[in-house]
C-alpha cells in the first residue's frame, strides 16, 4: 500500500463546512476500504466514516450522520469527507485509514492497517 497524505483541514466556526482529502499513490486503492477517524487530546481514536469500493457503500458514527458525507473517487486515488454544520465538538485531528484487499468495512480502528499523518480540525463557538 502507499502513503496515505491527508489535506484540507483548518479552523472554521461552528456552522461552518469542510472538506478533508487523502490522497494515496498505492495501487490497490480501489480494492481498499477507507476509513476517517479522529482522535481529540487524551481521547482514543474516534470513527467517523467509512466507505468500501464503491459510494454506494458508506457507514457513518452516530455523531456525524446527516452532517458528514464520505467519497472517492478511485481514478484519482482519493478519499473525502465532505464536513457540514460543524460543531466544537468536531475539533480533533483527523486520520484517514486503509485496508486493502478487502470489502469488508469496519468501524474500529484496529482493522486498519495504513494510517496518514493526520490534519487538524478546529471548530471555534
Known amino acids: 500500500q502507499g502513503e496515505l497524505v491527508e489535506s484540507g483541514g483548518g479552523l472554521v466556526q461552528a456552522g461552518g463546512s469542510l472538506r478533508l482529502s487523502c490522497a494515496t499513490s498505492?495501487?490497490?486503492?480501489?480494492?481498499?476500504?477507507m476509513g476517517w477517524f479522529r482522535q481529540s487530546p487524551g481521547k482514543e481514536h474516534e470513527f467517523v466514516a467509512g466507505?468500501?469500493?464503491?459510494?454506494?457503500?458508506?457507514y457513518y458514527s452516530d455523531s456525524v450522520k446527516g452532517r458528514f458525507t464520505i467519497s472517492r473517487d478511485n481514478a484519482k486515488n482519493t478519499v473525502y469527507l465532505h464536513m457540514n454544520s460543524l460543531k466544537p465538538e468536531d475539533t480533533a485531528v483527523y486520520y484517514c485509514?486503509?485496508?486493502?484487499?478487502?470489502?469488508?468495512?469496519?468501524?474500529?480502528?484496529?482493522?486498519?492497517?495504513?494510517w496518514g499523518q493526520g490534519t487538524q480540525v478546529t471548530v471555534s463557538s
Open positions: 466507505i468500501a469500493w464503491t459510494n454506494s457503500n458508506t
Open positions: 485509514a486503509a485496508r486493502g484487499d478487502t470489502r469488508l468495512l469496519l468501524p474500529t480502528a484496529s482493522w486498519y492497517d495504513n
Open positions: 498505492g495501487r490497490t486503492f480501489s480494492r481498499s476500504v
